[in-house]
């Protein structure tokens, strides 16, 4: 379905560019709070602007040139790829998994071929990619398996093992942190991954999400949003990079804050893969400047609602402290007659 | 596990279609094709089914089971596939004169019969870190061990299969002895099963996981030897044909909070049937406190647990109970329904 966008318009761009038709607004209301926010995937969410979410993977107009900064990433610094030895079937069950959702996603760029006998053969157009492999043998294909599906997706790509009562952080390959790092999360429980996050603990809010998870049954999907902002259309905003990126929180404030300053949204997909049991974490990140979301009156406002009300401590934590007002003021004047 | 007697129930998990699978027909619902039956051993049948129109089939973890719709009840039976990428499943199902019925629907079946399922389910998967995995099959409690056997095999995992079953009686002997090679130990005498058992459960390495399926008594058995021995609980893993007979209980009353109507639990009826008795459905489905389906809030009283599904943590949470098969320790138990 859609919206009649000609009333939502600002009047300098119609229709509206994708990024904005099918960007993860994810403010309900004009206050945000963590919460155990999670539904289930794959039916599109309408949004003020357009939709999002009608397949798990979303293939876009940046795909060649994600998988493009996904690998040079991964050459400049292999350690963006971890995994524990007792991975490797949750691995192979992964990469199953993603490569025929990215079929799913975009049949006219993905085939996936299955010859029997455990082979296939994958096409990616995009790319100018074609592989033979023999699932579970990771001497068919030319890396390791992660490491060589990571930047065929949008996705970073965590695999979370079950046992002993939890969920534990084994493998993954995460060229977006926003803040975060793979190789200092690696072999960790959820709950010692989201340890720094304010205010979830007392009210139980990830030992609740890890209880759903675990009790997920095979094939299940769902998924749920998380937001932060960053300057620059900057995907990779590691804790190994923040000498690079960090100062620029500092110097927004002084350069064009609309066309700099970005909401990042992550879509994060939590699926139980069917034949390991581990549970896949995919998070997909957009990032539209306050520019953009000025061409839609309800984000716009909603948006510097949310920014003025944050409690100081999430505000922190999410690294706005020092230009979340100077954000909310922009998009109230972007919004003015 | 082959006799989980199950009535009716209109429980249905509602999830996306997550694999690209044409034989799903409903949510999470199997329309499955009879291919082939045979007598696996005296009394056990073998029914292998394929997807109704030739689909692939949802892949499963080790050691799941399918729960087939028969008649008017629902059983569970397990998968003794590897369940990677599966183009059937196969049954193996043992006919009890005293059952509810449900192994003598199976045993009625013929290649071209039609049958419904719910997707497979995962309760009793290895763990991917276990150094060796010690494999225990009581008689027909074979089939989720052959499952764990071909997983092993696939994956290049240490394991051992100890089958203890009467002369004449084991199933799937041959396929056994061909995937397991040395690796089998047949033990058709009960004292040399059980000498077996205790050897290995005496001498198994450090970071062993046992599994065992079978009777309640030998499951039981395990049990506590395991513990005398030491063994940590997480890594002793069993798998029931159903829950031990329980005590008829002290009839206690149901308060519902958001109705607040007051159900009286008689001795011998259990919370759940006395709850479907006063129109309340709640979702169910194994009935004997394995599968999870029918947990229920508890917002005062204190539980009497008597199921197989919550945690330690959770039991003494006490903010939920599994209704299939657990009562009350006080007179009144208020419940958020």
Same mark, same amino acid.
């Given at each position: 379905m859609t919206p009649d966008l000609d009333d939502r318009l600002d009047l300098d761009a119609r229709p509206l560019p994708r990024r904005v038709r099918e960007f993860p607004f994810p403010f309900p209301t004009d206050s945000y709070r963590y919460s155990t926010n999670v539904e289930a995937a794959g039916a599109a969410n309408p949004t003020a602007a357009g939709a999002w979410g009608a397949s798990v993977l979303a293939v876009d107009e940046f795909y060649v040139g994600d998988a493009t900064e996904c690998a040079g990433l991964l050459a400049a610094d292999p350690s963006r790829c971890q995994e524990?030895?007792?991975?490797?079937?949750?691995?192979?069950?992964?990469?199953?998994?993603?490569?025929?959702?990215?079929?799913?996603?975009?049949?006219?760029?993905?085939?996936?071929?299955?010859?029997g006998e455990d082979?296939?053969?994958?096409?990616?157009?995009?790319?100018?990619?074609?592989?033979?492999?023999?699932?579970?043998?990771?001497?068919?294909?030319?890396?390791?398996?992660?490491?060589?599906?990571?930047?065929?997706?949008?996705?970073?790509?965590?695999?979370?093992?079950?046992?002993?009562?939890?969920l534990w952080a084994d493998a993954g390959v995460v060229t977006a942190a926003a803040d975060w790092s793979m190789k200092f999360d690696v072999g960790m429980s959820f709950l010692e991954v989201h340890g720094p996050v304010p205010r979830i603990h007392p009210e139980r809010i990830i030992s609740r999400a890890q209880d759903f998870l675990m009790r997920l049954q095979p094939g299940e999907e769902y998924r749920r949003t998380n937001w932060t902002m960053t300057v620059g259309r900057r995907l990779d905003v590691a804790t190994e990079t923040y000498p690079e990126w960090g100062p620029d929180r500092r110097l927004v404030l002084a350069q064009d804050l609309g066309a700099r300053l970005h909401l990042r949204v992550e879509v994060q997909h939590l699926v139980r893969l069917p034949s390991s049991g581990a549970v896949l974490f995919l998070i997909r990140t957009y990032l539209l400047p306050l520019r953009d979301i000025a061409h839609v009156p309800q984000w716009r406002d909603r948006l510097a609602a949310v920014l003025d009300e944050l409690p100081e401590d999430m505000a922190d934590y999410k690294g706005l402290t020092r230009y979340r007002r100077a954000a909310a003021d922009w998009l109230r004047a972007a919004g003015a007659p | 596990m082959t006799t989980t007697s199950l009535v009716p129930a209109? #429980?249905?998990?509602?999830?996306?279609?997550?694999?690209?699978?044409?034989?799903?027909?409903?949510?999470?619902?199997?329309?499955?094709?009879?291919?082939?039956?045979?007598?696996?051993?005296?009394?056990?049948?073998?029914?292998?089914?394929?997807?109704?129109?030739?689909?692939?089939?949802?892949? %499963?973890?080790?050691?799941?089971?399918?729960?087939?719709?028969?008649?008017?009840?629902?059983?569970?039976? #397990?998968?003794?596939?590897?369940?990677?990428?599966?183009? #059937?499943?196969?049954v193996s199902v043992l006919l009890l004169g005293d059952g509810q019925g449900g192994s003598r629907w199976v045993h009625g079946l013929q290649p071209g019969d039609h049958v419904l399922a719910d997707r497979p389910? #995962?309760?009793?998967?290895?763990?991917?870190?276990?150094? %060796?995995?010690?494999?225990?099959?009581?008689?027909?409690?074979?089939?989720?061990?052959?499952?764990?056997?071909?997983?092993?095999?696939?994956?290049?995992?240490?394991f051992e299969l100890l089958y203890g079953y009467r002369p004449g009686a084991g199933a799937h002997l041959?396929?056994?002895?061909?995937?397991?090679?040395?690796?089998?130990?047949?033990?058709?005498?009960?004292?040399?099963?059980?000498?077996?058992?205790?050897?290995?459960l005496v001498a198994s390495p450090v970071g062993t996981h046992v599994y065992a399926c079978g009777p309640a008594a030998m499951l039981d058995a395990v049990l506590e030897r395991a513990d005398e021995l030491g063994w940590p609980q997480e890594r002793v893993h069993t798998e029931r044909f159903s829950a031990a007979d329980l005590d008829p209980g002290a009839p206690f009353r149901a308060v519902l909070r958001r109705s607040g109507r007051r159900v009286p639990v008689p001795s011998g009826v259990s919370l759940l049937t006395a709850l479907e008795g006063a129109g309340v459905p709640v979702p169910n489905l194994c009935r004997q406190g394995v599968c999870g389906e029918c947990r229920v809030g508890v917002l005062a009283g204190a539980p009497l647990h008597r199921d197989l599904f919550l945690s330690d943590e959770e039991k003494a949470a006490g903010d939920s109970v599994m209704c299939c098969v657990s009562r009350s320790e006080d007179p009144d138990l208020e419940l958020d329904l």
């Open positions: 524990l030895p007792h991975m490797r079937p949750a691995v192979w069950d992964a990469v199953l998994y993603v490569l025929t959702q990215l079929e799913r996603a975009r049949p006219d760029y993905f085939r996936l071929e299955d010859l082979r296939f053969r994958w096409t990616n157009r995009p790319l100018g990619l074609q592989q033979s492999f023999r699932y579970g043998d990771d001497s068919t294909l030319p890396t390791d398996p992660l490491r060589w599906l990571a930047p065929q997706v949008q996705d970073d790509l965590v695999l979370l093992d079950q046992r002993e009562g939890a | 209109a #429980s249905e998990l509602a999830q996306a279609d997550p694999s690209p699978t044409v034989a799903v027909t409903g949510p999470g619902l199997l329309s499955l094709r009879v291919q082939a039956v045979e007598t696996a051993a005296d009394g056990v049948r073998t029914v292998t089914l394929t997807g109704a129109d030739g689909g692939a089939l949802p892949a %499963h973890p080790p050691g799941s089971h399918l729960v087939l719709h028969c008649g008017g009840r629902r059983n569970a039976y #397990s998968l003794t596939g590897c369940g990677t990428r599966p183009r #059937s499943y196969t389910r #995962s309760a009793f998967a290895p763990v991917a870190t276990a150094r %060796h995995h010690l494999l225990i099959a009581g008689g027909i409690g074979i089939t989720p061990l052959l499952s764990h056997a071909r997983a092993a095999r696939r994956w290049q995992r240490s041959p396929e056994l002895r061909e995937l397991c090679g040395p690796r089998l130990l047949e033990l058709p005498q009960l004292p040399d099963f059980l000498a077996a058992v205790e050897a290995r």
